[in-house]
């Protein structure tokens, strides 16, 4: 059948060593019912992959950890993981390790007697949603018939209950009540809250003395075979192909004209348009404040600062572009206007109120016969389009019976045609603009027999790969105007650096900054400040200099001087400064809590001892493999 290619593969995000496997169990089945693990219990012999101390590591565990994990990066990445994928990201690993820190903590947890009753089972059962029956509350029939149709048993179940609850109650004893050093978090805090103020000479092409001189021929054709790298045509797929789109058969399907007619009614709002106002309406408690507002205007003063005055913004005043009627009782008086200006006080929905009329918009208004043509050729694209989707089945059949794209062209009316397909090109041919194109493309390989794609646009395609051509450097003449735009941008970042260098050192001998252009100041920013119209770069160059040092700044495209006028240490009793500690030692206790919980674990694992049984591993892995 025709398919819809699916889209490009995303990285999937790491995962944090140690994560709780039971953990991934129970948000599974919160999330989904616990269905659809896919694992299959592996039973017999085969119980575990190995044991640390006492605690065996259950092979479903493992096998269930790993594909639930599998399966939450297929949702993120929008395609099945392989499990060759998951081999590549390091999933199997960090799953492996997971479940040795499970059972390590287990196995500890068991020997120093950490444990939980059934009364702790039975609450924590009756939280999970998925065994929950009609009336909310536990239904033991849906309890076990949801463990039965996951391969688990009532008793693997509330032993994995239990070992998770022993588990977080250790973990909690490990991590619980530590806090970062006062002298780490005060450390910290003075840096992060520290404050610079700098001066930034920033340079433009009319910076420069002498105009920049434009490369002639020569310095274009050596630029170009300096760069021969930038103007090489990816590796491409040589792809013959069979189309049938909408716009090679929209001329010639048949119009309706009293269907154009209907359409043009349903969508009149479209092609007659009254005449609107740009307004906005200020309002006011009373009429006697709104005509005192009113006075103030005619006496001059804005109305700008009128809204200030009343904390509000033109944003929260604007109407935007309204009818007369959607005035009401103002409307009159709004459009007698035949200049902006203000009117009121008239009465509104939010009381009394100042009308400020900014523009008029004139009425517009599109004839059926000025429309017809467009309403036309839409009708026209829509009849194809469905004339298309009646083919994609016999398009199929003709390719399951082994019709060549040339067969397939005569029989289907189909066009057939040929393209130099490179990933992300700008010189593709416009059919490979199609997202489908693109994405059924980027998987052809040699020998793939065509299938049928259905295109974005509603037209359908078989392609088939011919050859694979290597990269190609594009000729220069087809590429010309690019060369010049970067010879030229790389000729003015040089000449810019070298004026820069020399403001640079004229400074640096004493002369002051602003002689030599108009400068932006800042008096206090901290790390996290921003200057409008200058890279990032510019304010961490700033943190990085001592008082009254002058640097050169250059970042994609962007060139200033930079001197730093002043240092002001971190008010470390000031309220955001205290904000700003509080996070610290926030996020140090819990990075410290994670320290100590790895490092205890590492240890309890060290002194109970490790085992595995790698021909376990290898049998889980190779059935998610299959």
């Known amino acids: 059948m025709a398919k819809a290619p699916q889209t490009d593969d995303e990285t999937p995000k790491k995962t944090r060593r140690g994560a709780s496997v039971m953990a991934w169990i129970l948000m599974a089945m919160l999330i989904g019912g616990l269905g659809g693990f896919g694992v299959t219990n592996f039973g017999g012999s085969m119980t575990s992959i190995g044991s640390v101390g006492d605690q065996k590591i259950d092979v479903n565990d493992y096998a269930r950890a790993l594909r639930n994990q599998m399966n939450a990066y297929s949702q993120q990445m929008g395609q099945p993981m392989t499990f060759q994928m998951a081999q590549a990201f390091g999933l199997d690993r960090q799953v492996l390790q997971s479940v040795i820190d499970n059972a390590a903590l287990d196995n500890e947890a068991s020997r120093i007697g950490v444990s939980i009753g059934d009364a702790a089972v039975a609450e924590k059962l009756s939280a999970i949603s998925a065994f929950k029956g009609v009336d909310g509350k536990l239904d033991k029939l849906v309890y076990d018939q949801v463990l039965k149709q996951n391969n688990m048993t009532k008793a693997g179940f509330e032993s994995g209950i239990r070992s998770e609850t022993a588990r977080q109650i250790l973990q909690a004893a490990v991590s619980t009540g530590l806090s970062a050093p006062d002298a780490l978090t005060d450390t910290v ?7 610079r103020g700098l001066s930034l000479l920033t340079l433009t092409e009319k910076s420069l003395a002498t105009p920049l001189a434009e490369p002639d021929a020569a310095a274009l054709q050596a630029y170009y075979t300096a760069h021969i790298a930038d103007y090489t045509r990816p590796e491409a797929k040589r792809i013959s192909y069979a189309a049938l789109l909408p716009e090679d058969l929209a ?24 005449e609107k106002r740009l307004v906005e309406r200020l309002g006011f408690a009373t009429e006697a404040d709104a005509a005192a507002a009113k006075a103030r205007l005619d006496a001059g003063e804005s109305f700008e600062a009128l809204v200030k005055e009343r904390n509000l ?3 929260d005043v604007d109407l935007g572009d309204v009818t007369k009627s959607q005035l009401g009782a103002a409307g009159d008086a709004v459009y007698a206007l035949s200049a902006p200006g203000v009117v009121g006080p008239l009465n509104s929905n939010v009381g009394p109120a100042l009308f400020r009329m900014n523009a008029i918009l004139a009425k517009q208004e599109t004839t059926f016969e000025q429309a017809k043509p467009d309403l036309a050729k839409a009708q026209q694209l829509d009849a194809a389009r469905k004339a298309i989707a009646d083919k994609v089945n016999a398009i199929d ?7 060549s794209l040339a067969d397939l062209a005569k029989e289907q009316a189909m066009v057939a ?3 130099d397909y490179a990933k992300g090109a700008e010189d593709n041919d416009p059919i490979t603009a199609d997202k489908a194109f693109v994405a059924a493309a980027d998987k052809l390989a040699e020998g793939d027999y065509p299938q049928a794609i259905v ?4 037209g359908v395609i078989a392609m088939q790969l011919d050859s694979t051509l290597p990269p190609t450097p594009r000729p220069f003449e087809a590429v010309k105007d690019k060369v010049a735009a970067a010879a030229r941008a790389e000729a003015l970042t040089a000449a810019l650096k070298s004026e820069a260098d020399r403001i640079k050192t004229a400074v640096d001998g004493g002369a002051s900054l602003g002689s030599f252009g108009i400068v932006s100041r800042a008096a206090a920013m901290d790390r996290q400040g921003q200057l409008k119209d200058a890279p990032a770069s510019v304010v961490t160059t700033a943190f990085e200099m001592s008082v009254n040092e002058v640097r050169v700044v250059q970042d994609q495209g962007y060139t200033a001087v930079l001197q730093l006028t002043s240092v002001e240490p971190a008010k470390m009793d000031a309220a955001a400064t205290q904000q ?3 996070t610290v030692a926030s996020n140090a206790a819990k990075s410290i809590a994670e320290d100590a919980l790895q490092l205890y674990t590492s240890a309890v694992t060290a002194e109970a001892g490790i085992s595995l049984d790698q021909n376990a591993i290898n049998a889980v892995n190779a059935q998610i493999t299959n």
């Open 313 to 315: 913004t033109l944003a």
């Open 189 to 195: 805090t003075a840096w992060a809250a520290e404050q």
């Open 455 to 458: 295109l974005s646009d509603g």
């Open 251 to 274: 001329k010639d399907m048949p119009v309706d004209e009293a269907k154009l007619q209907q359409t043009y009614n349903e969508r009149l709002s479209e092609f007659v348009v009254p």
């Open 580 to 582: 700003i500690r509080q």
């Open 397 to 403: 059949d003709s390719l399951a019976g082994g019709a």
């Open 417 to 419: 045609g040929k393209t």
